[in-house]
């Protein structure tokens, strides 16, 4: 892009692991942010060893590469006075300061809010916490599949045959890190206006009650409202049918809101014409979608789709990730970058395959080449750079 980033010039310490605060700091770096990883001299990063599916690159997992692209790391002891002193010099000119240790630990090695305030009153000091701050569950360990079943989020997957359904991709991390950014992202313009920092507070919790408002919301108002999931082939256990997912002759079709009788009308399904009352979609909900099931199995899915999208059906394919990324319309969206790092032993440069941030700004994607950074890789230049800094001043 020709034009700056919107956070052009602003300076990340992510000083997180794993996965959420990593995240959240990387989404800095791709709209144009500085972004500093501090890490243990000895290891790094957890999440450089938790290896996503197995897969290592170069020393580190998949997870880290993707998560950790664009940042520099910055090796030190927290409990090293040497260390630290070189730590507060950044902490002192850092726009941003990521951290999703568990409550206290921060303050314990003199990096809480209140340390980093009196040194730098402009700092926006983010967290992402499990649970929160308080309350009976501040202490547990703040991981995702953990936080999506406290919240109750996989009672609302699958059927009524099946046992609780969580989501299988990292949900609460990733909504976490969105949550986070935007607050710091907001926090920032403030400052701009009012010359104050502040903290931004997120959880893996909060973020999963946030998607389920609507059933949350329900709850309150009438305490009768309960998930109650539908038969198997029903995708959402408060929305009638036809609203599903249905296996065809060669995979699968997912079905949106629409009218039942005209449904059957279009797949050539007499036996729905009788629905002709919308409140029987909720009250023969299993008649309708096993019907359903059994009909759509019989011809393929490209059959279906020729019928409904002609007649403006919300449907669409289910599609596999080999059909996903082979398709027309993912290579329409220009969603893949590849970054790159020098390997750890010489030779060639690890390269890695990822998504881009899902963003455009003037109408160009946000892209970004360099890749994540080798633990240490850049102390002593940054050392130097900030040390330079002090004395200019």
């Not at 950790?68 to 910055?74: A, D, M, P, Q, T």
Request: charged share 20%.
């Amino acid at each position: 892009m020709s034009t700056p980033l919107p956070l052009d010039g602003i300076l990340v310490l992510d000083f997180s692991q794993f996965l959420a605060g990593p995240l959240a700091a990387t989404r800095l770096g791709d709209l144009g942010a500085r972004v500093i990883k501090i890490e243990r001299p000895q290891g790094g990063d957890i999440g450089r060893r938790l290896a996503f599916a197995g897969i290592v690159e170069d020393g580190d997992t998949l997870s880290f590469h993707i998560t950790n692209r664009n940042k520099e790391s910055y090796a030190a002891d927290l409990k090293s006075e040497h260390d630290m002193a070189g730590v507060l010099a950044l902490v002192a000119k850092a726009d941003v300061i990521i951290q999703n240790f568990r409550p206290g630990i921060m303050e314990r090695l003199g990096l809480g809010y209140e340390a980093v305030e009196a040194i730098n009153p402009r700092v926006v000091y983010a967290s992402i916490t499990g649970y929160g701050t308080v309350g009976p569950w501040r202490d547990r360990p703040g991981q995702d599949l953990l936080a999506q079943s406290l919240s109750g989020l996989p009672w609302l997957n699958g059927s009524n045959e099946d046992p609780p359904v969580p989501v299988g991709v990292a949900l609460a991390d990733i909504i976490s890190s969105i949550h986070l950014a935007s607050g710091i992202t907001a926090a920032l313009l403030r400052r701009e206006r009012t010359g104050l920092g502040g903290r931004v507070d997120t959880s893996l919790l909060e973020s999963m009650l946030d998607l389920q408002f609507e059933l949350i919301s329900a709850h309150l108002g009438d305490p009768s409202v309960l998930v109650k999931r539908g038969t198997r082939n029903t995708a959402h256990a408060f929305l009638q049918a036809p609203y599903g997912i249905y296996p065809t002759a060669d995979g699968y079709l997912a079905i949106a809101m629409t009218s039942v009788t005209e449904l059957g009308a279009l797949i050539g399904l007499r036996e729905l014409e009788q629905y002709t009352d919308p409140d029987t979609w909720w009250s023969e909900q299993t008649a309708i979608t096993r019907a359903l099931a059994v009909h759509l199995a019989t011809q393929s899915t490209g059959h279906w789709l020729a019928i409904l999208d002609a007649a403006d059906v919300w449907c669409a394919p289910v599609l596999t990730l080999p059909d996903l990324v082979a398709h027309e319309g993912f290579v329409a969206l220009d969603m893949i970058q590849r970054v790159a790092r020098p390997a750890a032993g010489g030779g060639d440069p690890v390269e890695i395959q990822t998504v881009r941030a899902p963003v455009r700004f003037d109408g160009h994607p946000l892209k970004n080449g360099r890749g994540a950074p080798h633990l240490g890789e850049h102390t002593e230049a940054i050392r130097a750079e900030f040390a330079n800094r002090e004395v200019s001043q």
